[in-house]
């Protein structure tokens, strides 16, 4: 079957721009992550998604992200007034429920200009 | 706060060699522990999973074992290969998070 699927796969935008990133999870897959990764680093959790709820969404930077997830399935993380240190690779996974393995998808590489 | 540390953070072997690869963690409170590989440039790929109330968990040349109570899991690869050759991260969930590390740089020379 289909895995986590991202898009865009690259994004360039100037600072201070608005950006959206797209996640489409395993079809069937309640939870939902995002993460952030810099170069060198393991990945750095954003937020967590069980149905359409954020449960956990502590991992956030500030208020300038947000993500939503309306429908219990496609997630969309959301960033305003972008800035040079937002400049990243952000991933999506997505499990069965809270325990079970998870599946990444294969990135959206950020840059900010 | 949990955190996750990977030790060694690079590591090159020959061909053929059997090697461990080591993650500890400051809260044993989990409810599981995942080993990912990741290639460069790409996603992670998800190599074993153990929950917390497992000891181990084997798929082919890869066995990972957890100890809650001393806050450690090691990943032992057999045989390496020079396709093994990759960045392994260690995982460890809790609550709703999961916290990562930084990984281990693998290299397998052939």
Redesign the interface.
């Known amino acids: 079957g289909a895995g986590v699927s991202q898009t865009p796969s690259n994004k360039v935008t100037e600072k201070g721009k608005y950006v959206e990133l797209r996640c489409d999870p395993i079809s069937g897959h309640t939870a939902l992550y995002w993460y952030r990764q810099s170069l060198g680093q393991g990945p750095e959790f954003l937020i967590y998604f069980q149905g359409t709820g954020a449960a956990d969404d502590s991992g956030l930077p500030n208020d300038r992200f947000f993500a939503v997830r309306p429908e219990g399935s496609v997630s969309t993380l959301k960033i305003q007034r972008t800035e040079r240190g937002d400049s990243a690779v952000y991933l999506c996974a997505s499990s069965f429920g809270q325990s079970d393995t998870q599946y990444f998808g294969p990135g959206t590489r950020l840059t900010v200009l | 706060k949990q955190e ?1 540390t990977q030790i060694p953070a690079a590591l090159s072997v020959p061909e053929g060699e059997n090697l461990v690869l080591n993650c500890s963690f400051t809260d044993s409170a989990i ?2 522990l ?1 080993w ?1 590989r990741q290639d460069p440039g ?5 190599l074993l ?1 153990i ?1 917390s109330s497992q000891r181990e968990q084997t798929s082919g040349r890869l066995n990972a074992s957890l100890d809650k109570s001393s806050g450690r899991s090691t990943l032992y690869i057999a045989a390496s290969q020079p396709g093994d050759s990759a960045t392994y ?1 260690c ?1 460890v ?1 809790g ?9 281990t740089r693998l290299f397998v020379k052939a």
């Open positions: 996750v409810y599981n995942q990912f790409k996603g992670l790929t998800s999973l929950q991260l995982a969930s609550g709703f998070k999961t916290i990562f590390g930084a990984g």
